[in-house]
């Protein structure tokens, strides 16, 4: 009896040493769960790069140094590349092209530039002309072909009259598989951001060649994101068109680009008349109504054209062109900082200013 | 209570101390910012305290002015001076450059708000 009455003590001191060690582990664990939320930073890594005149930064998650660093070098040469192929005013493959352009030699071309003509003129004629980068030659005559900020004055009225009589478009260029001409020695060619957003979309195809399936390119403006932070979305913040700071943001999810064109972002003034670079290709002058439109779109060069031409279309006709160009997420700001969005914007746009601006929600039509 | 439970206790006591040295933070010391140079030499400054960089670019010296929890560029050797023009840098994620001189400066603010500022 005494002997059994033993045992059972034995048997309970050992069950209490068991749920002792237990605890000891789990009280172990805990700074090693504790330092695995802290190490979240640890898999992030960030550059900040100067390519096409703005600033470039890089996220990456997930991965490591080595990779990353690679990834983030192979980024910077195709930035650098794209940059000396398509800038607009130093000398690049473009400006080359365009003084046989304008004598109306054919040139030959290899794949890539046809892509990328191609899908410059397909969403011109989406875009209603609104995005045109025909008028190389009308942002010139702005100043707004060069580094610095124009000084003014602005270009006298008839100038403009005589550029917009030549109506140069994108129709104008007879692209064949191979080959580009131009049949309107008015067109000049100045693809502004569509470059970037084209380079945009280029290093996301490098990150994942890499084998990255998280990071963020934001050029400036030009922004796509593909993956996550760890276990949250990438959580992006849209500058206030007249203040500093920010006045929304929103969550990226999966692989999305959010691209801002704003007429904030170049601009000179000029006996206290403010002047920007969105040419409205109708009236030759900077566009009205309107200082920024955001979009959130699946590729970077097609949110860029189309933010673009909505910040030309305005408050009244934006809705239209985000229909004909297929996009869905489209926030416009008009000059009394009146906010309109599509419903589908509408859920994901977080307000970060109190009180909220006002906003009216309408659909793409 | 059994002599495990004492023992776990003391455990766990021991631990506090471990775990608030290890993980708690004192509040940050107010915003920072940093200046870039080229695409790779970095310089973190606080805004708590005032002061005058001479900062050397590829065109010369920029000088960039941090008062009263602000920063800014207050002179360049560019032509455009559109650094300057930016004015005073405060809140988290506000940004200046002078591209010609490769520097720029951008407020990081004590909690990293946005992976990305769109603009």
């Not at chain 1, 206290?272 to 979009?295: C, E, F, M, Q």
């Not at chain 2, 300057?84 to 994620?93: T, V, Y």
């Amino acid at each position: 009896m005494s002997r059994r009455h033993n045992g059972a003590l034995h048997a309970s001191r050992a069950r209490g040493w068991q749920s002792f060690l237990h605890i000891v582990v789990i009280c172990a664990c805990m700074p090693l769960l504790l330092a695995a939320c802290d190490n979240d930073e640890s898999s992030l890594h960030k550059a900040r790069l100067v390519a096409f005149g703005t600033l470039v930064d890089i996220s990456t998650w997930g991965v490591n140094d080595d990779t990353a660093e690679q990834a983030i070098a192979a980024v910077e040469a195709s930035f650098n590349d794209i940059d000396h192929t398509w800038h607009a005013w130093h000398p690049s493959t473009l400006t080359q092209m365009e003084a046989r352009l304008a004598k109306g030699e054919e040139i030959e071309l290899d794949a890539d530039k046809i892509a990328f003509f191609k899908k410059a003129r397909a969403l011109s004629d989406a875009s209603d002309q609104l995005f045109n980068p025909a008028i190389g030659k009308l942002i010139a005559l702005w100043g707004f072909n060069q580094d610095d900020r124009p000084q003014g004055p602005p270009p006298e009225p008839d100038a403009i009259k005589a550029l917009l009589a030549l109506h140069p478009t994108m129709d104008d260029l007879i692209i064949t598989d191979t080959t580009l001409k131009s049949s309107n020695p008015a067109v000049r060619l100045d693809f502004g951001g569509f470059a970037k957003g084209f380079a945009v979309d280029k290093a996301i195809e490098i990150m994942r060649a890499h084998g990255i399936s998280n990071a963020i390119v934001n050029a400036g403006g030009d922004l796509r994101a593909i993956g996550n932070h760890g276990t949250r979305p990438w959580h992006i913040g849209i500058r206030h068109p007249k203040e500093s700071g920010i006045i929304a943001s929103v969550e990226t999810g999966g692989d999305e680009s959010v691209f801002t064109s704003g007429t904030y972002e170049r601009f000179f003034e000029y006996q206290g008349v403010h002047y920007h670079h969105i040419i409205d290709p109708r009236s030759g002058y900077p566009a009205k109504n309107t200082l920024s439109v955001t979009v959130i779109h699946d590729d970077a060069a097609t949110a860029d054209a189309a933010a673009t031409a909505m910040v030309v279309a305005g408050p009244e006709q934006w809705q239209k062109i985000a229909a004909r160009m297929g996009i869905t997420k489209v926030m416009l700001i008009d000059n009394n900082l009146t906010v309109y969005m599509t419903p589908a914007m509408a859920k994901r746009i977080h307000f970060e200013i109190d009180p909220p601006p006002k906003v009216i929600i309408g659909d793409a039509t | 209570m059994t002599r495990a439970d004492y023992i776990v206790v003391i455990f766990a006591l021991l631990l506090v101390p471990f775990l608030f040295t290890r993980y708690w933070q004192a509040p940050a010391q107010g915003e920072t910012a940093e200046i870039l140079i080229g695409s790779d030499k970095k310089i973190e400054v606080s805004l708590n305290k005032d002061q005058e960089l001479n900062v050397e670019g590829p065109l010369g010296a920029s000088v960039i002015r941090v008062h009263d929890g602000k920063v800014r560029f207050i002179d360049s050797p560019c032509r455009g001076k559109q650094c300057i023009h930016s004015g005073w840098l405060q809140h988290s994620g506000d940004f200046a450059a002078c591209l010609p001189n490769r520097i720029s400066v951008a407020v990081l603010g004590s909690k990293r708000r946005y992976d990305a500022i769109n603009f």
